[in-house]
C-alpha cells in the first residue's frame, strides 16, 4: 500500500493539500475536505473548478507551489513565520475593511503565493476567527483603560444605509491617566426596531453596561432630533447639542434666505447635472477641461 501512495504523491495536487487520514485530504486554500482513495482525480477535479489560476500557476511554473508545513527542525522558526504573516493579514483585512472573502480569490492567493511560497494561507473561517480574537483583544485592553477614567462623555447618532437599513453609532470620549484625549467606538449597532426615544435609550444603555461605564457618563451629544434628546434625558444624562451640526444648519439656512447666493447656487446644480447625467455634454466638458489643461472638477 506504501508505494502506490508514493508514486501518488509526486503529483503537483499534492502542493496544495493536507494528508490527514489515509482516506481524507484537505485543501491548502479553502479549508475543503474531500475523500482521498490513492488516486488524485478527486483533488484534480478540486482545483480546476475552484482554484483554476493557482492550478495554472504551478503547471505553467510561474509561481512556486506552495508547499506542505515542515515537520523538520526548522519547524518552530516556519510557525512563527505563519503566526507572524498571519497577523499581518489580520491587520489588513481590519484597516482596510477588506471581506473574509479575500483569501478564497484567486488573484490574491497567487500574489501570495509568489510573495512567500512557504505561507499558507487561512480559510475564510480561520481568518474570522482571528479578526474576532483580535477584536476581543483590543476590547479587553480598551476596557481596562476605561475602568481608569473617572469620568466618560458619549456621541450618538442614526442612519440609514442605500438599503435602508439603520444603524445607532455610540462613541466614548476621556482622558486617560496620561492627560491625553482618547476616543472608542463602543459600537454600531443595526436598529431594527423604529427610531423612538425609548429604544433608543434601551440600546444605548445596553452598550453603556457591556463597557461597564453606566455610572461614569457625564453628558450625550447628538444632533437636535426629538427622539435623540429624549433618549438622553431618559437616560438621566445632560444633552449637549453637536456644535458641527448646528453650525451646518446655521449656514445652510443663511444660504438658503441670501436670494444672490441661492440663485448662483441652483444654477451650479444644473449645470454639474447636466455633465453628471449627459455622456456628450461630460465628454465635451472633460476634453475642454484637457484642453485647457485645466485639473477637472467634475
Given at each position: 500500500?506504501e508505494a502506490p501512495?508514493k ?10 493539500f493536507?494528508?490527514?487520514?489515509p482516506?481524507k485530504?484537505r485543501?491548502m ?5 474531500l475523500?482521498y482513495?490513492n ?6 477535479r478540486?482545483l480546476r ?7 495554472q500557476?504551478a503547471?505553467?511554473?510561474?509561481i512556486?507551489?506552495?508547499p506542505?508545513?515542515?515537520t ?10 505563519q503566526?507572524e ?7 489588513m483585512?481590519?484597516?482596510?475593511l477588506q471581506?473574509?472573502?479575500i ?5 490574491f492567493?497567487?500574489?501570495v503565493?509568489?510573495l ?7 480559510s ?6 482571528m ?9 479587553e ?7 481608569k477614567?473617572?469620568?466618560v462623555?458619549?456621541?450618538?447618532d442614526?442612519w ?10 455610540v462613541?466614548c470620549h476621556?482622558?486617560t ?8 467606538v463602543l459600537g454600531?449597532r ?9 429604544h ?7 452598550l453603556?453596561?457591556?463597557?461597564g ?5 457625564q453628558?450625550?451629544?447628538?444632533d437636535d432630533?426629538s427622539?435623540?434628546?429624549?433618549s ?6 445632560r444633552?449637549v447639542?453637536?456644535f458641527a ?22 444654477k451650479?446644480r444644473?449645470i454639474?447635472?447636466?455633465?453628471r447625467?449627459s455622456?456628450k455634454?461630460g465628454?465635451?466638458h ?7 489643461h485645466v485639473?477637472?472638477l467634475?
Amino acid at each position: 500500500m506504501e508505494a502506490p501512495q508514493k508514486r501518488c504523491r509526486k503529483s503537483v495536487v499534492w502542493e496544495h493539500f493536507h494528508l490527514e487520514t489515509p482516506n481524507k485530504v484537505r485543501c491548502m486554500y479553502c479549508d475543503r475536505q474531500l475523500a482521498y482513495f490513492n488516486n488524485t482525480s478527486s483533488m484534480m477535479r478540486h482545483l480546476r473548478s475552484t482554484h483554476p489560476a493557482i492550478l495554472q500557476c504551478a503547471e505553467d511554473g510561474n509561481i512556486p507551489p506552495v508547499p506542505r508545513p515542515a515537520t523538520d527542525t526548522a519547524g518552530p522558526s516556519k510557525q512563527g513565520r505563519q503566526r507572524e504573516l498571519d497577523e499581518a493579514l489580520v491587520d489588513m483585512v481590519v484597516k482596510d475593511l477588506q471581506p473574509f472573502t479575500i483569501v478564497e480569490d484567486e488573484g490574491f492567493m497567487a500574489f501570495v503565493n509568489k510573495l512567500d511560497p512557504s505561507y499558507v494561507l487561512p480559510s475564510r473561517k480561520a481568518l474570522k476567527t482571528m479578526v474576532t480574537e483580535r477584536y476581543n483583544i483590543s476590547k479587553e485592553k480598551t476596557m481596562e483603560d476605561l475602568k481608569k477614567a473617572d469620568f466618560v462623555s458619549l456621541t450618538a447618532d442614526m442612519w440609514s444605509s442605500i438599503n435602508m437599513d439603520g444603524y445607532l453609532g455610540v462613541t466614548c470620549h476621556y482622558i486617560t491617566p496620561e492627560a491625553k484625549l482618547a476616543t472608542v467606538v463602543l459600537g454600531v449597532r443595526r436598529f431594527y426596531q423604529t427610531h423612538t426615544a425609548q429604544h433608543l435609550m434601551e440600546a444605548k444603555a445596553l452598550l453603556m453596561a457591556e463597557w461597564g461605564i453606566t455610572t461614569k457618563v457625564q453628558c450625550m451629544v447628538t444632533d437636535d432630533a426629538s427622539n435623540m434628546i429624549l433618549s438622553a434625558q431618559l437616560l438621566n444624562l445632560r444633552h449637549v447639542p453637536c456644535f458641527a451640526h448646528n453650525l451646518n444648519l446655521i449656514v445652510k439656512k443663511a444660504l438658503d434666505q441670501t436670494p444672490l447666493i441661492n440663485e448662483i447656487r441652483q444654477k451650479a446644480r444644473k449645470i454639474v447635472g447636466l455633465f453628471r447625467s449627459s455622456c456628450k455634454a461630460g465628454g465635451g466638458h472633460k476634453m475642454e477641461q484637457h484642453l485647457r489643461h485645466v485639473a477637472a472638477l467634475v
